[in-house]
């Protein structure tokens, strides 16, 4: 199985790097960072820098997509060479996926239209403006389409990708090597659980 996840500028590093580990992890499993040139992409922080080593002619038919979110997300819904890409990928791929604000850019590229999906917290309910039905779950499968809620959901959703595409023991032996044990020391990771007056605290930190 080959793994393509694009790069643009400021993508959220964990919405990439998560599902990159579960599935390098995975035995006969390539993943393979890819933009519209091979180079140097940095996040949202602007203190990391991973590199795409190919570019999206070099790999036109990956089997499977993971798009990243992040605060770029909005420039990456006009970037025409990205959406011809995946437009083009999806017809081949055995699913085509996006973690948090990812999802946006998977809608821009018209593949969401009239599916369930879901999306960081604080942009869930912008979905339906682009042809999706906002879903607030953590992973929502809809056929060939994946997508995955904020962050570090995406761990989640490419653990449930390994189980479907190989079976549920070597997904529970990446989750065990990758030692994927949360037990957060706070019950505040979704506004339905975190204390008042921390969602508008986190969205400061995301604007």
């Keep these: 199985m080959h793994v393509a996840i694009p790069l643009y500028p400021r993508f959220t590093a964990l919405d990439a790097v998560g599902p990159y580990t579960v599935l390098a ?3 006969g499993w390539t993943v393979t960072f890819v933009a519209a040139e091979p180079g140097p992409v940095t ?3 602007g203190t ?31 970037d025409e060479a990205l959406l011809g ?10 699913w085509t996926t996006s973690v948090c604000s990812g999802s946006f ?16 917290w604080a942009l869930l309910d912008m979905l339906p403006q682009y ?12 056929g060939g389409i994946v997508t995955a809620a904020g962050v570090s959901a995406g761990i989640d959703m490419a653990l449930t990708l390994l189980a479907q595409a190989t079976d549920e023991i070597t ?10 044990d949360p037990h957060p020391p706070f019950d505040a990771g979704s506004p339905k659980t975190a204390p008042e007056g921390l969602t508008e605290l986190a969205l400061k930190l995301i604007g």
């Design 25 to 27: 992890f995975a035995p």
């Design 43 to 45: 996040d949202d922080q």
């Design 48 to 78: 990391l820098t991973l590199t795409a080593t190919a570019s999206y002619e070099d790999l036109p038919r990956p089997d499977v997509i993971v798009v990243p979110g992040g605060p770029g997300t909005f420039d990456a819904m006009s």
């Design 85 to 94: 890409w995946l437009r083009q990928a999806h017809e081949h791929s055995r």
């Design 105 to 120: 850019v998977l809608a821009a590229a018209g593949l969401l239209e009239g599916l369930r999906a879901t999306s960081h």
């Design 131 to 142: 042809g999706a039905e906002p879903v607030s779950e953590r992973v929502v499968t809809q």
């Design 171 to 180: 997904a529970q032996s990446v989750q065990l090597v990758i030692e994927y």
